[in-house]
């Protein structure tokens, strides 16, 4: 027996060093090895990201500010926030240390707070005066910073898009160069006393555009971007030029035009040729169309101006002009996901070419209250009443704005373009799938598409009325982030209800206003009943009533009371069973998978010890 109990003993203690030996040697050799079960893939990084992290040259310095007011003032954004860490530290092992992530929490009035503030964290109102933080800022190795001031749970789906962007300008501190070829006069304008447009003004603020003009033979190798507003009349040697950019893997931000409005208002001659963009045969290389000679009217878009007529001035919905709000942007696009309000003025509709291999991926479309009208009804005196009344929609949304990836041929296969000489290194197709951004208008770059002038305590103020120049921004932004930034879209987000509960809800709910309207009408009928046997005073202030409808007052009472009762046994039910499967649902989540672990262990044991046995009988 003492035997027995000495190698009892020994095993106990063996077991435990076996176990903390394992542990160790998990803990230093499987750091990197997870398993994300996830439906999402909530704690799984995509590959562009994994690709940028690789890559890194320089390390990053990430600091995540939690303040603990903000995590007991409100669990969800406890919650979100450990969501953010977990994955920030995924990012921290897949760059194999360039990234240091380092965890804050700034208390009122404390010198991480300052420097909270100092890097430009939105602060949260919270109880007592203070405020909190939930936001992270990042700074490379020269002193570049880069904030996500507040880290929004309605961000989520995008959160992996947003971390990976705030690492690649870190990354790669130095401001894009952007290519910029004009019909429009976007860098001054005599009409406008030779002052920039505010969508140039601001792009100038995170790139640097490089105006170009005249015939164009090649593209610098520092230019990453090219950005095209109302190419009007472009050499061939130009489009050239334009072709082996984008083949090489340059990006391209496109504004054409089916009738500028802007040129037209700036032409002294009517000249039809300068109001329309064209890119040649660009365009059909490319796989895609700009429906020509028509821009899309739609009712539910259309914006309302001063109309003057018969004397008078009426209030119109004119139809060429639209301003779109969230129900057109395809939420799924980080570019147009946290955009409220475009406005377009004569936009034409983009469209697929049959048989091409482009993707095209829809950012703005129109609503199915739409049809596709002829510029000319527009091109010299515009008539909006005129539109109202031939307008008949086609039941079809058409793009305005799309994202167009994948493969491309060039628009010179075989034979150069007339003029051009052969260069050092021509491409037939492209080296990688292509980024192109294409809007089908111009116009919405001009001030006056998206600004609103007016006087403010003696001064003239513009006032943003959509959201234009955040939309080119984002775009320019989008396409200088690599391949790391184009290949990731929104993931779903990861607050999942309990699916099972909301359908008994809804069907509980269902069942319970049946209900509660027969009951209802049940009281109602009960009341009428009652009323139609108001009681007679008589001059002593006693009621005057028989004994047969005193019985049937009492008795009607009684059915209110019962009435009642069951409304109230309705609503109980209702709750009951609800909280009844949410319960039953979380006491499974929590038990679960311990009882499963044990269960499990328990049948590993059981089947070692008839092993052990069936060696020892045979021994």
Not at 133 to 153: F, H, Q, W
Not at 474 to 493: I, K, P, Q, T
């Amino acid at each position: 027996m003492r035997d027995r109990s000495k190698l009892a003993a020994i095993g106990i203690a063996l077991a435990a060093i076996f176990l903390v030996a394992t542990t160790a040697w998990a803990t230093l050799t499987l750091r990197g090895v997870k398993l994300d079960l996830t439906q999402n893939r909530q704690y799984t990084l995509s590959k562009p990201t994994l690709d940028l992290l690789a890559g890194m040259k320089e390390p990053i310095t990430l600091r995540l500010y939690v303040s603990k007011g903000v995590r007991e003032a409100n669990p969800l954004l406890a919650s979100y926030a450990d969501r953010v860490r977990d994955l920030l530290k995924a990012y921290v092992v897949a760059s194999n240390g360039k990234i240091t992530l380092e965890q804050l929490d700034p208390e009122p009035f404390s010198s991480e707070e300052d420097r909270a503030v100092g890097f430009g964290l939105q602060p949260i109102a919270l109880e007592g005066g203070t405020n909190g933080y939930l936001g992270l800022a990042g700074t490379n190795g020269t002193d570049d910073v880069d904030v996500i001031p507040v880290l929004s749970p309605e961000r989520e789906r995008f959160l992996e898009y947003d971390l990976t962007r705030l690492v690649y300008n870190l990354a790669y501190p130095d401001k894009p160069v952007v290519a910029l070829i004009a019909g429009l006069p976007i860098n001054g304008d005599p009409l406008n006393q030779y002052k920039p447009w505010q969508v140039f003004e601001q792009l100038r603020q995170f790139f640097t555009i490089r105006y170009m003009a005249g015939d164009i033979e090649k593209f610098d190798d520092d230019i990453q971007l090219l950005m095209l507003v109302h190419p009007n009349r472009l050499s061939d040697k130009t489009l050239f030029a334009i072709d082996q950019f984008v083949l090489r893997g340059g990006k391209v931000l496109a504004f054409l035009d089916p009738h500028s409005e802007a040129a037209a208002m700036r032409s002294r001659v009517p000249a039809p040729e300068a109001q329309v963009s064209s890119l040649g045969k660009l365009l059909e290389a490319w796989g895609v169309e700009i429906v020509p000679d028509r821009f899309v009217a739609d009712r539910r878009a259309a914006r309302q101006v001063q109309y003057p007529q018969g004397g008078r001035t009426q209030i119109v919905d004119y139809l060429a002009w639209l301003a779109y709000d969230k129900a057109a942007f395809n939420r799924a696009e980080p570019l147009v996901a946290d955009l409220n309000r475009l406005t377009f003025m004569t936009v034409g509709a983009i469209r697929k070419r049959e048989g091409a291999q482009i993707e095209l991926v829809p950012l703005v479309s129109s609503s199915p209250d739409s049809q596709l009208v002829d510029v000319a009804k527009v091109a010299s005196f515009p008539d909006p009443l005129g539109l109202v009344r031939g307008f008949a929609p086609e039941g079809e949304r058409r793009v305005l704005a799309a994202r167009l990836s994948g493969t491309v041929r060039s628009a010179w296969p075989e034979a150069l373009p007339e003029g051009v000489g052969e260069p050092a290194e021509r491409l037939t197709q492209s080296k990688g799938p292509v980024s192109i951004v294409l809007v089908a208008d111009s116009d919405l770059l001009e001030d006056r598409a998206w600004l609103a002038s007016q006087m403010l305590l003696g001064q003239q103020v513009t006032i943003p009325l959509a959201d234009n120049a955040d939309f080119v921004a984002n775009a320019l932004d989008y396409l200088a982030g690599s391949a790391a930034l184009s290949g990731l879209r929104g993931r779903e987000v990861t607050l999942r209800p309990f699916t099972r509960v909301e359908e008994l809800r809804r069907n509980a709910e269902i069942a319970y206003r049946a209900k509660e309207q027969e009951l209802l009408e049940r009281l109602k009928s009960l009341q009428d009943k009652l009323a139609s046997l108001e009681v007679k005073r008589g001059e002593d202030g006693g009621a005057l009533v028989t004994p047969e409808q005193r019985a049937e007052i009492d008795g009607l009472r009684a059915q209110l009371l019962d009435t009642r009762r069951e409304l109230r046994d309705v609503q109980y039910e209702l709750r009951r069973d609800i909280e009844s499967l949410r319960d039953r649902l979380r006491l499974l989540g929590i038990v679960a998978v311990p009882v499963l672990v044990a269960a499990i262990g328990i049948v590993v044991a059981l089947v070692r010890r008839a092993r052990w046995r069936q060696r020892f009988a045979a021994a």
